[in-house]
């Protein structure tokens, strides 16, 4: 078995892992009522303008927050096409 010390961060590990699966959870059903909200209104799926600013904001979080900014970047890159699917299908729904 694990020492004790290694026993503990794996345990705070887990909670986080947790934590971020409720919290993009939640993002998830938020970006889901935009997508509707697009599809019913006629807008776009997409909108390149607000994903640059998204991403020029959480880079400078990362880096705040000594996080590498590529990865950030990387990571809300595949948040945001997995969204843009999601209103693309409202759409086509619509």
């Given amino acids: 078995m694990a020492d004790e010390t290694l026993k503990r961060y794996r345990e705070s590990i887990d909670n986080i892992d947790a934590a ?16 509707r909200y697009k599809a019913e209104t006629g807008m776009p799926p997409a909108d390149p303008g607000r994903e640059a600013e998204q991403v020029a904001r959480l880079r400078a979080l990362a880096e ?7 990865f950030s970047e990387k990571f809300l890159r595949f948040v945001i096409d997995e969204v843009i699917r999601h209103h693309q299908a409202s759409a086509a729904t619509s």
């Fill in 20 to 35: 971020l699966i409720f919290m993009l959870a939640e993002r998830f059903k938020i970006t889901q009522a935009v997508g």
């Fill in 64 to 70: 705040s927050a000594r996080l590498d900014p590529e």
